[in-house]
């Protein structure tokens, strides 16, 4: 217990792992229920939304379509992609610190 209260001993392995798993899940669910909270609370933003995507979608070509659904599911596997790169380096950080100090 000494050494969790001097700070020799980390909690931030433990941590970074469970940090991870929430914001993996977490944040795109939350940002796919702010988007619906927003597009609730202002009625203009609904109506604003659905005329730009009918109008999008008209002018696009099924191919192009097929693009932009690509490109949007591969954004977001970039994205999750990144996050896990993020908390890996962060990890390693404190791996290659221990093998230092001991």
């Known amino acids: 217990m000494n050494d969790f209260f001097a700070f020799r001993t980390f909690v931030s392995p433990w941590a970074l792992i469970v940090f991870y798993y929430l914001g993996a899940a977490v944040m795109p669910a939350a940002a796919w229920?702010?988007?619906l909270w927003?597009?609730?609370r202002y009625a203009g933003a609904a109506e604003?939304?659905?005329r730009?995507?009918?109008k999008v979608w008209d002018v696009?070509?099924?191919r192009q379509r097929a693009g932009l659904i690509f490109a949007a599911v591969f954004g977001f596997f970039m994205m999750e992609l990144f996050w896990r790169m993020m908390f890996e380096f962060l990890i390693a950080y404190?791996?290659?610190r221990?093998?230092?100090v001991g």
């Open 94 to 96: 404190l791996q290659i």
């Open 98 to 100: 221990d093998a230092l």
């Open 33 to 35: 229920g702010a988007a």
């Open 60 to 62: 696009l070509t099924p």
């Open 48 to 50: 604003a939304l659905e």
């Open 52 to 54: 730009g995507r009918k």
């Open 38 to 40: 927003f597009v609730r």
